[in-house]
């Protein structure tokens, strides 16, 4: 008599490398991110004119250009920062330092795109007007606006996730996670509560692009 085949079926349960395979691909994502906004500011920094609102004096081109050399350095660093931090998470005395540059980034980042957000829709709604330096020659107001509006801070409010993503998978579940949420989310609060403050008129502030 023939007894009946049994089937085993093995589920696959999370291991102690799944948070480390999703905190490496997070890390990459955010550095790729800033990588080509770097790029993008590096095309600029070179001399390039495509997609501008508007057109730079003559005399103002090396500052314009220099402005956005600065930018695309400091950006390609803060794409280096994620990627070169993954081997140093498990090192007890780097750990804070890491938490503390995405803690900087996220609120940066997350500021940054809330503030210019709230300005360039109060700017298209014909309620403020946006103060440019005088290296623009001429400038397309809606054109400057739409293109911040669409493009430019959803990059840096991507960026401040993906920084806030990566501390919040290096630190994971318990206090420590608490914490560094609430103090960043606090700061996000207090900075754009002053960036309002600062649209409004009570802080001059020129936009270079």
């Known amino acids: 008599m023939s007894t009946p085949e049994t089937t085993t079926v093995t589920r696959h349960l999370p291991t102690r490398a799944d948070p480390r395979r999703r905190l490496r691909r997070v890390s990459l994502a955010a550095g790729g991110w800033a990588l080509w906004y770097a790029a993008y500011r590096g095309y ?21 250009q220099l402005l956005n050399a600065a930018g695309a350095i400091v950006i390609a660093t803060a794409a280096a920062v994620p990627v070169a931090a993954l081997p140093l998470w498990r090192r007890r005395r780097a750990r804070p330092v890491l938490l503390a540059v995405c803690w900087a980034g996220a609120v940066a980042g997350c500021m940054h795109a809330l503030v210019d957000i709230a300005e360039r829709i109060l700017s298209l709604a014909g309620a403020i007007r946006v103060p440019y330096p005088p290296m623009w020659a001429e400038i397309d107001r809606r054109a400057a606006d739409l293109q911040d509006l669409l493009f430019n801070e959803p990059w840096f409010l991507a960026q401040g996730l993906l920084f806030a993503a990566v501390a919040w998978l290096a630190l994971g579940p ?12 606090a700061a996000v609060g207090m900075l754009l509560a002053l960036g309002l403050l600062t649209v409004g008129g009570v802080v001059g502030r020129a936009i270079v692009f």
């Open 174 to 185: 318990g206090p420590g996670r608490r914490r560094w949420i609430g103090t960043a989310l």
């Open 44 to 64: 600029y920094a070179l001399g390039g004119h495509a997609f501008l609102p508007g057109t730079i004096e003559p005399a103002a081109q090396t500052t314009f």
